[in-house]
């Protein structure tokens, strides 16, 4: 006969025998390798928990709980893993791009209901970089799209790389401040400018759920505007932004978060992070790539081996062992919950406290002014009726919030009220009535 003694951690008294019992119900690692692949090839978490081995239940399926501690545990070890392993890198030719994404709630309900995005939901960019050589993801970063996610993510490429690199972007005004104050002349730098004919007024649709007349039926043709060099000299055969674009589509077709108009979207942010990190994991040290024939990071020279998930969750393992010795001991403190002050958060209409910054959007003069709301220039009417469309008012309450959503809008003519703000910066096209010296 067997005597449980609850106290003393699970330990069963047989025959004068003590055994220790063992209450944990974990997934194999073949079983957690194989939903993390599929994980990578677009399956959602509902999708995973129907279709994959699980232990116990009547069904024997994983419960969606189980699948999202599984992305938990190995997206933060994703993250600890690359922030380690991407250092010092030996790379010289860097293409960097920003990419649109959405966390609970699309941007386009909140400007039409002007309603108040919830904390760590909202509107939220990709920043991704590449090396076009080695197709090697260098740095990446998540949040707004202003100046300072770009100096955040300008900062963190700087560290990874060992050298001089060349570096080209695309004409996002974020990056020429950004790029010089972390770079200075130390690198070779130049930009490129890709506008579709109807891409801005597809942004402006997005945001408002207005369907703006004279829309082309037909594909918008694309025009390539000429390259400018902003510093160094850089070789003009790797001034291009393909490679990230390319990496862009891959991202959007094999990771459901990213997917336009689907329901697999992220309900939080850190899980958009942890997905994020396992993709490049993956694509960085386990996808072959067919270009080079091999996986980036053996082209590049940081590692010599192809890895699996069976190697990966021998780190998750480690890591998790490691937290619950740490927590044992006492050495874990809970961490305090961290507000991003990059989220756009709008007024409500009825909030008797108004958001201390205001973005004017001008549809019809095509620009977005960043005003305070106590300004004397500030248009009191909600709106203003044009042939191709209204001009709309938004409330921030920071003024990284109220630049990220002046860039998300117009990201090539953003201005800022000279009057109420004490500085004047105007970001001309260069089309239009005046050019370049186009006066407000």
């Not at 000299?233 to 978060?257: A, C, M």
């Not at 209409?349 to 201390?356: I, K, L, M, T």
Request: hydrophobic share 35%; aromatic share 8%.
């Amino acid at each position: 006969m067997i005597n449980v003694d609850p106290v003393e951690n699970f330990t069963a008294h047989f025959d004068g025998w003590r055994i220790r019992l063992s209450m944990v119900n974990r997934l194999s690692t073949s079983k957690r390798s194989a939903i993390l692949r599929d994980m990578m090839e677009r399956q959602g978490i509902n999708a995973l928990a129907r279709t994959k081995d699980g232990n116990t239940g009547q069904s024997g399926r994983p419960s969606q709980v189980t699948v999202l501690k599984l992305l938990a545990d190995a997206g933060d070890t994703a993250i600890d893993f690359l922030d380690q392993k991407m250092r010092d890198l030996p790379v010289r030719y860097v293409e960097a791009d920003e990419m649109f994404s959405f966390v609970g709630i699309r941007g386009m309900t909140l400007l039409r209901n002007q309603m108040r995005a919830p904390k760590g939901q909202g509107v939220f960019w990709v920043w991704i970089a590449i090396d076009p050589v080695s197709k090697l993801i260098v740095a990446w970063h998540v949040g707004g799209r202003g100046n300072a996610d770009a100096k955040l993510f300008i900062a963190d490429l700087k560290a990874r790389c060992a050298g001089r690199i060349q570096l080209t972007t695309d004409s996002h005004r974020a990056y020429y401040e950004a790029v010089a104050s972390e770079f200075g002349d130390d690198i070779d730098y130049a930009t490129v400018k890709k506008q579709d004919d109807n891409e801005q007024q597809l942004v402006v649709e997005e945001y408002t759920g207005v369907k703006m007349p004279y829309r082309q039926k037909k594909r918008p043709k694309r025009e390539m505007h000429p390259p400018v060099v902003r510093s160094g000299v850089p070789d003009e055969d790797w001034i291009t932004t393909n490679h990230i674009e390319s990496f862009f589509q891959k991202l959007r077709q094999n990771l459901g978060r990213f997917a336009r108009k689907s329901a697999l979207h992220s309900k939080t942010l850190i899980n958009l992070k942890r997905a994020l990190a396992l993709y490049i994991y993956h694509y960085n040290f386990q996808r072959i790539h067919t270009t080079i024939k091999t996986t980036p990071a053996m082209k590049s020279g940081i590692d010599d081996d192809i890895w699996t998930w069976d190697n990966f969750m021998d780190l998750v393992d480690e890591r998790a062992e490691a937290l619950r010795a740490a927590r044992r001991a006492g050495a874990v403190a809970a961490e305090a919950p961290t507000v991003d002050e990059n989220v756009i958060r709008l007024k409500g209409p009825r909030d008797g406290q108004p958001g201390e910054y205001t973005v004017m959007v001008s549809l019809h003069q095509k620009y977005a002014k960043i005003h305070r709301t106590s300004c004397v220039h500030l248009r009191d009417t909600p709106g203003r009726q044009s042939k191709r469309g209204d001009s709309h008012k938004f409330q921030c309450e920071t003024f990284d919030a109220a630049q990220n959503l002046a860039y998300d809008f117009m990201p090539d003519d953003v201005a800022v009220c000279k009057i109420c703000l004490g500085e004047y910066q105007r970001l001309d096209t260069g089309r239009g009535k005046g050019g370049n010296n186009l006066k407000h």
